[in-house]
């Protein structure tokens, strides 16, 4: 139900777009919060933003806040991470995910979109 897509690779510095997908014309009803994780080669996946859908109220880890930015278009069924100022760090598989109205975990997930970061 979750489809991401926008990664790629850049130079240090560089900027991406990546976006999340949702299918399912009753998504909306449904889905209280988006979130972005990451994994990187050999790391625990960690959690990168998350976004209220209904009121748009966001929230970024200390590593994100200033450089990444969570976004959504509900007529879109879609959630945004802007990423800037990219380093080497960032780079890893970028996963979108989807948590239903009073569930205590993460109900959907998309197939991540990989991010190069090269120096």
């Known amino acids: 139900q979750l489809q991401a897509s926008g990664g790629g690779t850049v130079q240090a510095g560089g900027s991406l777009r990546l976006s999340c997908a949702a299918s399912?014309?009753?998504?909306?009803?449904?889905?209280?919060?988006m979130g972005w994780f990451r994994q990187a080669p050999g790391k625990e996946r960690e959690f990168v933003a998350r976004?209220?859908?209904?009121?748009?109220?966001?929230y970024h880890a200390n590593f994100a806040k200033g450089r990444f930015t969570i976004s959504r278009d509900k007529a879109k069924n879609t959630v945004y991470l802007q990423v800037n100022s990219l380093k080497p760090d960032d780079t890893a598989v970028y996963y979108c995910?989807?948590?239903?109205?009073?569930?205590?975990?993460?109900?959907?997930w998309g197939q991540g979109t990989l991010v190069t970061v090269s120096s």
């Open positions: 995910a989807g948590q239903n109205t009073g569930s205590s975990r993460w109900n959907y």
């Open positions: 399912g014309r009753t998504f909306s009803s449904y889905v209280y919060v």
């Open positions: 976004i209220t859908w209904s009121g748009g109220n966001t």
